[in-house]
């Protein structure tokens, strides 16, 4: 199985803040990888599908890099409704799997 | 707009299967090649259970493989889910999730919490 890591695991930020959170597979999953936004007792939503697809409806604000192993979604300016869990997932192989997720909170 | 709603007993004795269907409106099911099922541990991350394509072939997580069945009705438009011999660590909330073309989850389910406990 590839595992996924993630970090930080979470990170307090205010709004407008720039964040950046980092993704790293243990294998190279080429640009398979996709990032989702989970709020509370919420399921997850997808922000950004192969590294840097912004998945319809999904605000500019969010962006998606690397490539490989290492990658990263950015927040370029964090609004009330960013605060939540990110996770992100690799669809380059089965089993899929996730890391384990970023909370940002203020 | 597809929408997935994830339906069965909240409640599941141990050594029991757990049962979950997976209806699926306003649009086909075939009109996507693959639909997976993910679960989320109270408090804990996502863990992939599996896909299941139109056609009816299934890949599985080898975690799971020897407890989970996947299956799919094109005539009620609906993907259903069995778990056999469950245990407590099977409690979580089950999701239905579309698969897209590049294969990441495009559209889920609200999901639905399974609790393992006799």
């Known amino acids: 199985d590839i595992q996924m890591t993630q970090s930080p695991s979470s990170l307090s930020a205010s709004v407008g803040d720039r964040v950046t959170i980092t993704c790293r597979a243990s294998?190279?999953?080429?640009?398979?990888l996709n990032w989702y936004q989970q709020k509370p007792g919420k399921a997850p939503k997808l922000l950004i599908y192969?590294?840097?697809s912004l998945q319809s409806g999904v605000p500019s604000r969010f962006s998606g890099s690397g490539s490989g192993t290492d990658f990263t979604l950015t927040i370029s300016s964090l609004q009330p409704e960013d605060f939540a869990t990110y996770y992100c997932?690799?669809?380059?192989?089965?089993?899929?799997?996730f890391g384990p997720g970023t909370k940002v909170d203020t | 707009q597809v929408e997935l709603q994830e339906s069965g007993p909240g409640l599941v004795k141990p050594s029991g299967t757990l049962s979950l269907t997976c209806a699926v409106s306003?649009?086909?099911?075939?009109?996507?090649?693959?639909w997976s099922w993910v679960r989320q541990p109270p408090g804990k991350g996502l863990e992939w259970i599996g896909e299941?394509?139109?056609?009816?072939?299934?890949n599985y997580n080898p975690s799971l493989r020897s407890r989970v069945t996947l299956s799919v009705d094109k005539s009620k438009n609906q993907l259903s889910l069995k778990m056999s011999s469950v245990s407590a660590a099977d409690t979580a909330v089950y999701y239905c999730?579309?698969?897209?073309?590049?294969?990441?989850?495009?559209?889920w389910g609200q999901g639905t919490l399974v609790t393992v406990s006799s």
């Open positions: 997932q690799q669809s380059y192989s089965t089993p899929f799997t």
């Open positions: 294998q190279s999953i080429s640009s398979y």
């Open positions: 306003g649009g086909s099911i075939s009109s996507s090649n693959w």
């Open positions: 192969a590294t840097s």
């Open positions: 999730a579309r698969v897209g073309a590049l294969r990441p989850f495009d559209n």
């Open positions: 299941i394509h139109q056609s009816g072939s299934a």
